[in-house]
């Protein structure tokens, strides 16, 4: 008799638990899924509708808000800027996460705990603080209003989380795999390139995204080292909808929606395996 009232105590518990974790849940996706849908739906309202409706459904859709943002903002191009941006800065932190991070994995590199430490003090320090003697250098090198200098920024703001985030990814691989490959006359490059590299997609593929969201979303440095109109990255367009007093919220929700679409649809395509690569990585 004890038994089974245990038993039914066990079922009812685990029924309430899955209970409260399903309403945990739901209440994390409204938390979370709230603000996108608020902004979803101002930027189909005018900017008087915006002022006595902000959060609720629109009353008049205006679908004309994203012909217009498209055209104000110039989006056609600045997303375009922000693709060649974004791109480049991805490639870029996979060949030098990708090459420092083996050399710190899986080979005895002489002070590789200092070198730890100097991406731990590179990480915490805020870039923002030597923004000015950048700009002079960058000046002096005629690398200003140039997508390539505004890159290499993005290589050295992002490299040291990539590589710590890959270094842990790659500690996870046995050195059996490269040990082997080296008694079979591999060099470095052949076994990184060849064997260790191909083991630790899911890691690149995390890393590559955290540097592509950080690249795509970067405005300081992007106004402050391009000038050219036809240069610029889409996360500047937002300055396309603001007067001297007054700021068109209808079109800046619409140009909102615009650019965030891309990142959406790209992290849901690859969420399962950027998930997989943060877990599999977990800093070591």
Not at 8 to 37: C, K, N
Not at 136 to 144: A, C, G, I, P
Not at 155 to 173: C, V
Not at 247 to 253: E, F, K, N, P, V
Request: proline share 5%; glycine share 8%.
């Amino acid at each position: 008799m004890k038994s089974h009232a245990k038993k039914w105590q066990q079922r009812v518990w685990g029924y309430s638990a899955g209970t409260i974790y399903y309403l945990l849940a739901i209440v994390l996706a409204v938390f979370s899924l709230g603000p996108v849908l608020v902004l979803l739906f101002n930027s189909l309202k005018s900017d008087s509708e915006l002022g006595s409706n902000p959060i609720g459904l629109p009353l008049q859709p205006l679908l004309s808000n994203y012909v217009n943002a498209w055209n104000q903002g110039n989006l056609g191009v600045t997303l375009l800027n922000s693709v060649i941006i974004t791109t480049g800065t991805i490639i870029g932190i996979w060949i030098i996460a990708g090459l420092a991070a083996y050399a710190l994995a899986h080979m005895d590199l002489p002070g590789g705990n200092a070198v730890l430490l100097y991406l731990v003090i590179c990480f915490a320090i805020p870039f923002q603080l030597f923004l000015v003697p950048l700009y002079f250098l960058w000046s002096s090198l005629n690398l200003t209003d140039n997508l390539l200098g505004l890159i290499i920024i993005y290589w050295a703001i992002n490299s040291p989380l990539a590589i710590m985030l890959l270094r842990s990814f790659l500690i996870s691989i046995p050195r059996d795999f490269s040990e082997a490959a080296r008694i079979d006359g591999a060099n470095e490059l052949q076994v990184a390139l060849h064997v260790v590299m191909p083991l630790s997609l899911p890691g690149f593929l995390t890393v590559g995204l955290v540097a592509g969201f950080a690249a795509w979303n970067e405005f300081i440095y992007a106004i402050t080292f391009i000038q050219d109109n036809s240069l610029l990255p889409v996360s500047t367009s937002f300055l396309s909808f603001q007067q001297s007093f007054h700021r068109y919220w209808g079109l800046t929700d619409a140009a909102g929606v615009i650019v965030m679409l891309p990142v959406i649809v790209l992290f849901l395509f690859l969420q399962r395996r950027f998930i997989e690569g943060l877990a599999a990585g977990g800093l070591k």
